[in-house]
């Protein structure tokens, strides 16, 4: 089942799971800088395999005749599946939609876990989420991309 985001970007099927949820997933394969192949949790010990397009990232293509190109697609390629090996390819899965090649599309993110003390002496844990999307464009792996001309 495939459908298009609603005007607020949530609550819409995709593939049989809802747009604008968050979903446990384990990365399988990292078939590109911006596609990867996950084991997503639907709940209830559901699990579904599905190919996931990074959402809002285009990072060069690793198969093509441009050797420069290919060049900058494998090293987005290496560094994408070194953030995934830093957290045992554990993630969580935003879901945005369905692309023009009917992958979903996902932010994907890593947790962090910080240790602080409160003002009275107290330590406490904080989980922060990290965006991989936005961590490879900042580190220059890919651009913004939201479909349309590149």
């Not at 607020?8 to 049989?16: D, I, N």
């Not at 078939?31 to 990232?57: E, N, P, Q």
């Not at 939609?97 to 979903?104: A, E, P």
């Amino acid at each position: 089942m495939r459908c298009s985001v609603n005007q607020y970007g949530y609550g819409e099927k995709l593939m049989g799971y809802d747009v604008g949820f968050e979903y446990n997933a384990k990365v399988l394969k990292v078939v590109d800088g911006d596609t990867v192949d996950a084991l997503v949790d639907l709940g209830f010990s559901v699990h579904r395999k599905i190919r996931v397009r990074l959402y809002g990232i285009d990072a060069p293509e690793s198969r093509t005749r441009d050797l420069e190109e290919k060049k900058k697609g494998l090293a987005a390629k290496a560094r994408l599946i070194e953030i995934l090996d830093e957290h045992d390819y554990e993630i969580i899965i935003k879901s945005h939609g369905v692309g023009k090649y009917g992958r979903c599309l996902g932010e994907l993110f890593y947790i962090r876990v910080e240790i602080d003390e409160d003002e009275n002496g107290e330590e406490y844990k904080e989980e922060l989420k990290t965006s991989i999307n936005n961590q490879l464009i900042v580190e220059g792996h890919g651009v913004r991309y939201y479909g349309g001309k590149r």
